[in-house]
T-cell receptor, first 113, second 110 residues
Framework: KAGVTQTPRYLIKTRGQQVTLSCSPI?????VSWYQQTPGQGLQFLFE???????NKGNFPGRFSGRQFSNSRSEMNVSTLELGDSALYLC????????????FGNGTRLTVT | GQQVMQIPQYQHVQEGEDFTTYCNSS?????IQWYKQRPGGHPVFLIQ?????EVKKQKRLTFQFGEAKKNSSLHITATQTTDVGTYFC??????????FGQGTRLTINP
């Protein structure tokens, strides 16, 4: 089975711009979670989608949004970028169910200048 | 909200020494998971613990889940250079989000 695919791998944007990141989960996985990873803050949960519905949400401002399509692919959008948004954004897919093992993609490295 | 604290943040050992990282949750967990992230890589699932007092072993790695299901530990016996990386615990309450600890970065002197 193919793993979780995230595109693009690297992105450089300017403050104030917006960005869209894409994640294709493992075939058959209906849950997609997004995490922000920075050196000082570790892995911070952004949101989780299951069957096109947001199931859980982290403590990030409204500039961060996401969605999931009927084929389980997910996108994450960040509007009005700030320097502090520079991070590695990781997507993880899992099977449905309460105790979910996450399968992570390689991430998208976003740099905001 | 739920918080997961992990210590230490960094650990440097000589190859062959043991290593332990500890994880504490502010709330009772339904399960705890452990992940390993190699430098430049992404987190990879190691194990999941569900039962109170559970102990699981994977070769030189021993994972424990506390009796109160609020803490956990990962112990590596006789570290090898392949053990280098950051180890994360992640706790879950019921069907809620998986909350990760800050991670323990392990470096090894060969």
């Amino acid at each position: 089975k193919a793993g979780v695919t995230q595109t693009p791998r690297y992105l450089i944007k300017t403050r104030g711009q917006q960005v869209t990141l894409s994640c294709s989960p493992i075939s058959g996985h209906r849950s997609v979670s997004w995490y922000q990873q920075t050196p000082g803050q570790g892995l911070q949960f952004l949101f989780e989608y299951f069957s096109e519905t947001q199931r859980n949400k982290g403590n990030f401002p409204g500039r961060f949004s996401g969605r999931q399509f009927s084929n389980s692919r997910s996108e994450m959008n960040v509007s009005t970028l700030e320097l502090g948004d520079s991070a590695l954004y990781l997507c993880a897919s899992s099977l449905s169910g309460a105790a979910r093992r996450l399968h992570f993609g390689n991430g998208t490295r976003l740099t905001v200048t | 909200g739920q918080q997961v604290m992990q210590i230490p943040q960094y650990q440097h050992v000589q190859e062959g020494e043991d290593f332990t990282t500890y994880c504490n949750s502010s709330t009772t967990l339904s399960n705890i998971q452990w992940y390993k992230q190699r430098p430049g890589g992404h987190p990879v699932f190691l194990i999941q613990l569900v039962k109170s007092g559970e102990v699981k072993k994977q070769k030189r790695l021993t994972f424990q889940f506390g009796e109160a299901k609020k803490n956990s530990s990962l112990h590596i016996t006789a570290t090898q250079t392949t053990d280098v990386g950051t180890y994360f615990c992640a706790g879950q309450e019921g069907a809620q989000k998986l909350v990760f600890g800050q991670g323990t970065r392990l470096t090894i002197n060969p």
